[in-house]
């Protein structure tokens, strides 16, 4: 839910952009989003010690004190960073439904990083649900992005007629709206665009790995872990922001930013967090099957509240997501008795 949301809310917040209006700057967007972490958990690390002199007494010990502990951050949260900025470019570059069918590829990546660098074994009754994860999240997400039209118009060039990489990037520039006779022409550079994702889907199953590592690796509290990540990644988005200074300094940073701006960014900095409990409490392909059902759950729920009419697409991709999720689930397939090693 959170990530479909999240998805049609960036990209909404992208690409409508009003004649008089000014294009938020996503390196800020990001940035904020780290800022919100880092004040929730310290919030859940106060209320988790019920104490303000042994919070402080935490920060002092775990964190302050440990500056080799955030150096090991440094790798996941410069990854976070990164793909939180491609996602913004991939956003305003590509077709939402585009964007949901590449971005699914995480599901794979993220598998291959947890055999290669957690030393999991995954049969092959696993790699085929997991296929059929991706594809059965496919259909589903692609019903979601497929009604209600695009209420924008979408041109692929820049008004000169050449791709432009500045103005296409969507980081740390304004879609070049204003240069257009109607205001609702953005421009899109579909190969950026699918870059974008393409990266994005490669960091996160690296640095989803890698938080996972150090997470189940050591005795840390959760809340401190991700403290640690959130001062890096804080450090990694600022220096994103610099990118920007220019606009920064003329239009101040909360440039364009409107209600919908606070709600991308907040989905997001919670969303994170969500990641990290997961990962915590479960792993990371698991939280791919746990997204997953939660996109199948919240259309199931709309069907009752907000009149949704799920597609046969979308019917089709629950079942395969549901098929994938017992393949996971169930124990291997015996193997047969003919192929079986013969004790000697
Ligand atoms: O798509 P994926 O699951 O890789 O997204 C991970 C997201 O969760 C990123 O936006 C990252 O910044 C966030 N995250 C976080 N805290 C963690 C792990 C991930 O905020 N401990």
């Not at 957690?118 to 790699?127: G, V």
Request: aromatic residues 10%; glycine residues 6%.
């Amino acid at each position: 839910m959170t990530l479909t949301v999240l998805v049609l809310m960036m990209r909404y917040s992208r690409v409508s952009v009003g004649p008089d209006q000014p294009m938020y700057l996503a390196s800020t967007a990001v940035f904020i989003a780290e800022i919100i972490k880092l004040c929730t958990c310290t919030g859940i690390l106060a209320y988790n010690t019920q104490s303000i002199p042994r919070t402080i007494d935490i920060i002092r010990r775990e964190i302050i004190g440990q500056p080799r502990e955030i150096l090991k951050m440094l790798i996941p949260s410069g990854l976070y960073a990164l793909q939180n900025n491609l996602l913004y470019i991939a956003l305003s570059n590509l077709e939402a439904a585009t964007f949901q069918v590449t971005y699914q590829l995480k599901i794979l990546s993220t598998a291959v990083f947890s055999v290669v660098m957690l030393n999991r074994r995954l049969t092959k009754q696993k790699w085929l649900s997991l296929c059929l994860l991706m594809l059965g999240v496919t259909l589903v997400q692609l019903q979601n992005v497929g009604t209600p039209k695009s209420p924008v118009v979408l041109d692929t060039k820049s008004d000169d007629g050449d791709s432009d990489f500045l103005n296409s990037s969507g980081v740390g520039d304004e879609l070049d709206s204003s240069s257009s006779e109607d205001d609702s022409l953005v421009s899109q550079n579909p190969i950026i665009g699918l870059f974008a994702v393409l990266t994005s889907c490669i960091s996160s199953g690296f640095a989803g790995c890698y938080f996972e590592k150090i997470l189940k690796g050591s005795e840390s509290d959760m809340w401190v872990r991700n403290l640690q990540l959130g001062i890096s990644g804080s450090l990694f988005s600022f220096l994103a922001m610099f990118y920007d200074r220019q606009k920064i300094y003329e239009g101040g940073m909360f440039q364009g930013y409107s209600a919908i701006t606070w709600c991308v960014i907040t989905n997001q900095a919670l969303g994170g967090l969500l990641v990290a409990i997961v990962v915590k409490y479960a792993d990371n392909i698991l939280k791919g099957f746990a997204t997953s059902l939660s996109i199948i759950i919240s259309g199931m729920i709309s069907v009752y509240f907000f009149d949704f009419e799920p597609s046969i697409q979308f019917q089709l991709g629950t079942l395969v997501v549901i098929l994938a999720t017992v393949l996971y689930g169930r124990p291997d397939a015996a193997i047969p008795r003919f192929i079986r090693p013969q004790k000697k």
